[in-house]
């Protein structure tokens, strides 16, 4: 299967489902490429209005899609690849957007041969600012990679990890931005403790959150480095560093991305 405009069916378009079609409809995929399943009749008529899209069974998307996204909840896994896997041809490609669930879990319940792509994205894509993480599971080759890439490519940026780095992957950037908008909510909280009105406070941050970001994607330069150009000795930047590190902010950080990752574990052995 070589890269090229196939027709996608996105199982299961919740949250994430629905990023994947609304990005791939605003970077030119034909609507008529792109189907949508959905449990509830008032979600798939919601879907349809939206974005134009044929929303179908899952059994007609197997059918009729080349590449099946799958992007149900974990939990509900098990009983989808019940219902499909024995209808899904070896041939075809399957792309997993279930976070925590390995690629084993996949091709354990379709026919041999079926290759399968794991992938972590994130909420950024409505802005076409994600970070998507792509990993070969079982019979997948490089052109299956290719194609993953060439679908996620327009949401924003793409990376290859080993399938082993994937509970680490969503971790970080897969959970990421909630990090980032629970630090803004409290940094506005600040600025209004410190006098400032709430959307002067808000501007502020947000403005320094993107210009920071850019910083770090562009300049080359370890984020050390970048801290230690704003802090200048006995100012007002170490005062604040000392009372993050006083505070445990760094260990914290550490701490919450090991439960997210064992979280992503959990998922995937309740889903078995």
């Known amino acids: 299967m070589s890269a090229g405009v196939h027709t996608v069916a996105v199982i299961g378009a919740g949250k994430i489902g629905e990023l994947m079609l609304s990005g791939l409809l605003r970077s030119g995929w034909p609507v008529d490429r ?81 290759p399968v792509v794991r992938v972590m994205t994130n909420t950024p894509a409505l802005v076409d600012q994600a970070m998507t993480a792509i990993s ?61 009105p709430r959307q002067v406070a808000h501007d502020l941050i947000v403005q320094t959150a993107i210009g920071s970001a850019v910083m770090l994607r562009d300049s080359g330069e370890h984020p050390v480095k970048l801290r230690e150009a704003v802090t200048s000795p006995a100012g007002t930047t170490i005062s604040a560093i000392r009372e993050l590190e006083n505070h445990g902010v760094r260990a914290a950080l550490l701490a919450a991305l090991e439960a997210a990752r064992d979280r992503a574990r959990e998922l995937a052995t309740q889903a078995e």
Request: glycine content about 8%; some cysteine; overall charge negative.
């Open 136 to 196: 070969a599971g079982a019979y997948a080759t490089g052109e299956h990679l290719a194609l993953a890439e060439e679908m996620f490519k327009p949401l924003g940026a793409t990376i290859r990890v080993p399938e082993t780095q994937q509970d680490a992957v969503t971790a970080l950037s897969g959970s990421g931005p909630a990090y980032f908008y629970l630090l803004v909510e409290a940094m506005t909280d600040a600025g209004i403790l410190l006098g400032l």
């Open 34 to 114: 792109l189907l949508a399943t959905a449990r509830r009749p008032a979600r798939a008529e919601e879907l349809a209005a939206r974005y134009g899209v044929r929303v179908v069974d899952n059994l007609t998307a197997v059918d009729e899609a080349e590449v099946l996204a799958v992007s149900v909840k974990p939990q509900d896994a098990a009983a989808l690849l019940d219902e499909i896997g024995p209808k899904v041809p070896p041939g075809k490609l399957l792309i997993s957007l279930c976070a925590g669930l390995p690629s084993s879990f996949f091709s354990r319940r379709l026919p041999e041969g079926t």
